[in-house]
C-alpha cells in the first residue's frame, strides 16, 4: 500500500522522540512508500549484491565519530551487521551510515507509525513485538519497503495488511492445508528463521533449551539415554519414543550421530545461558547460541509443517503418503516390460525410489541411505565386471584347435560382446559413482533436511533404469561369457570321432 505524505506533524511522538538524527537535505513530509508485506524467508539478506572494490583505500578518522542516532549496532555470528532500534525494537541490516539510506529508512518509520495509529494498533515499543525493516533499492521515486512484525508470546509472524499465505515456499511445497493449527506451525518455522537472522532480538532462555532437547530426544533413541549425562536424565525423557533406531520408516530426516551431536552442544549451551539475556546483549558467545537454537527449532519447526504434526491426517510413517494412494505413482508399462530383460533391476529401483519420493519430499538421511546402498552396489558390478573382462581376455588368448570357422566365429563374437558389455559396466559404475558421490559431499555441506522435488512417474523410471544399468551390463556380460562354454562344449562334441 503506497502513501503518498506522512503525518508527523499529528503524531504522539514528541521531538526527544526522534527516530534518526535529522537530515535536511533529504524529503520528510511527501515522499511516498510503498509497504509490501513480506515473510521472514524473502528478507534479502543473502542476495543483495553487495561488493567490495578490489582498490587501495584511505580512511581518515573524523573527529568525535558517534554512531547513529538511538540505532544499535550488532554482528551477526556469520559477519553481516545489523542495526536495532532499542526504542521501538525495528530491526534492519541497511547500511545507515549512508545519508541516503538513513533519510529513507527516516521516511518508511515514520509513515508506518503514522499508519499504525490510523489503524488503532499501538506495538511501538512492545517489549514481545519486534519490527523488520527492508529496504528495496529501486529507481523510482516511490521508497518501497518490506516489513513484517513477530510476536515473541506468540512465536509468531504477522502484518498490517493482508498476506496471502502463498508467498510461503512451504505452502507452496506442502498441498493440502487448511487448519489455522497447521498455519501457525509454518508461522512458528517464519518466526525460528527470524530469530536466526536476528539473534539479538530475543533472550535465550533455559526453557527454550529444554525444549529443543527433548525435540531432540524424542527423535532419538532410548539409547541415547546411554549417552546423556546424570543430571540431564529423566523419567520422562527415558519414556519417549525411539523414532531414529526402533523404525526403519520414522519421518525423523537426522542420523543418530547427528542427533547426537546436537544433543552434545544444547547440553554445552544450557551451562552457560542464564535466564535472561546480559546487559551487553551484542556479547559475540550469545549471538551464537542464540542463532545456534533458533536454526535447530527452526529445523524442527520444518519437520512439523511437512508431516502435518496435530493434524487428524499427521504422517506416522515416511512411506505413507497424507494425500492416500497415489496411482500415478505406479510403474508403468516400460518397467513392466523391459524390466525381465534386465534381469527386474529396474523395478527394484523404481520402487526404492518411490519410497523415498513420497509426496515430493525427501529427507537427506533416507537420499544418503538409499546412496549408499547403490553406491556400495555399482562398486561390487565394476569388480565383478574387471574379472569378467579379465577372463575373457584369458580365454582369447588360448589357441582353439577347431578348424571350423563358423563355431570360432561364434565363440569370438561372444567373447567380444562379453568384453563390451563388462566396460560399459565399469565405465558406467566409476561415472555414476563419481557422480554421486560428490552430490553426497554436496548435500551434507549444503543441503538442509529436507530436500523437495517434484519427481514426475518418467523421471523416477529414467532414473531406475540409470541406476540399474551397471548391473544390467554386468549380467549381459556374464550372460554372453557363459555362451563361449556351451559354444565350445558344441563344437567339441561335433569334432568327436
Known sequence: MELGACKRSNSTLSESDTIVGEDNSLPTQCAPVTFNPIPVESFNRYGRGRYVKNVDTKYPVAPFLGSVANWTLHRHPEGVLYLMHEKHRIFTDADLYDDAVLGKMNICISQLIDRLEDKGFFVFGAEEIDIVLDLVEDSTDTIKCGYYFVDHSMRSIFWMDVFEMGQLSAWKRVHGITSASHVGLILEHQYWRHCDLFPACRDTSLAVIAELRDAIVDSATGIVIYFIPCALQSDSLKSMAADALTSPTTTVPFALDDLLKMLTLTHSMSGKVE?????????????????????????????????????????????????????????????????????????EHFRN????????????????????????????????????????????????????????????????????????????????????????????????????????????????????????????????????FLDHGTSTEQHTP
Request: hydrophobic share 45%; charged share 15%.
Open 275 to 347: 535466564g535472561t539475556r546480559p546487559e551487553s546483549c551484542g556479547v559475540q558467545i550469545d549471538q551464537g547460541s542464540s542463532c545456534a537454537i533458533a536454526r535447530l527449532m527452526m529445523l524442527f519447526a520444518q519437520e512439523r509443517v511437512n508431516h502435518f504434526h496435530g493434524e487428524h491426517a499427521a504422517r506416522l510413517d515416511r512411506l505413507n503418503s497424507v494425500y492416500g494412494r497415489t496411482p500415478n505413482r505406479d510403474s508403468s508399462w516400460k518397467i513392466t516390460l523391459l524390466s525381465p530383460l534386465l534381469f527386474n533391476a529396474p523395478k
Open 353 to 484: 525410489l518411490r519410497a523415498i519420493f513420497t509426496d515430493d519430499i525427501i529427507s537427506q538421511l533416507s537420499w544418503k541411505r538409499l546412496m549408499e546402498k547403490v553406491l556400495a552396489e555399482w562398486q561390487d558390478m565394476v569388480l565383478y565386471a574387471s574379472l569378467i573382462l579379465n577372463a575373457n581376455v584369458g580365454i582369447l588368448a588360448i589357441p582353439d584347435s577347431s578348424n571350423s570357422s563358423s563355431n570360432i566365429s561364434i565363440a569370438l563374437v561372444s567373447s567380444y560382446m562379453s568384453i563390451c558389455f563388462g566396460l560399459g559396466s565399469i565405465i558406467l559404475g566409476l561415472l555414476l559413482s563419481r557422480k554421486y558421490r560428490l552430490e553426497a559431499v554436496d548435500a551434507v555441506t549444503a543441503t538442509p533436511a529436507y530436500s523437495f522435488k517434484q519427481q514426475s512417474l518418467h523421471a523416477l523410471e529414467a532414473r531406475a533404469f540409470l541406476f540399474s544399468l551397471p548391473y544390467v551390463f554386468m549380467m549381459w556380460g556374464m550372460a554372453t561369457f557363459s555362451l563361449q
